[in-house]
């Protein structure tokens, strides 16, 4: 039984600015239908692309898109907000980071690997549940 799993849904507003802009550049009767149609279509098929990722923990393993590793790899979680985000991504960032952070995330969750073989310094997760997940990689403080 995993004991957190997160589905890394696109938000709403995404949508709602797609079908916006296919309004804004419609010219023609004809070119607005297609706009109207067909752009919302390709838009809404790219957030689903886009949201097909999935965050879990399942028996002390992290699950991340593209990785995936013991938590026992891993020092203390640290929750990030907005701005500390944003830092972490632009003036603290480290250029052997793994960094896994979808452009709508406004939380991430940080945690710096202990294990001496891997020169990643951290890894870096956006997330909807930064204490959630916090808290699902610190439950497992040994492995089994």
Known sequence: MPTYRERLWAPLSWAVITLAGAVLVAVSFQESLLLLVGLPLLGVLALVVLSRDQLRVDDGVLH??????PITAFGP????????????????AQRDAWVRVKPWARNAV???VDDPDDDTPYWLIGTRRPIDLAVAVARFPEAP
């Open 77 to 92: 979680a640290e929750v990030l907000d907005r701005k500390a985000l944003r830092q972490w991504m632009g003036v603290r």
């Open 110 to 112: 940080r945690l710096p």
């Open 64 to 69: 991340v898109p593209g990785a995936r590793a």
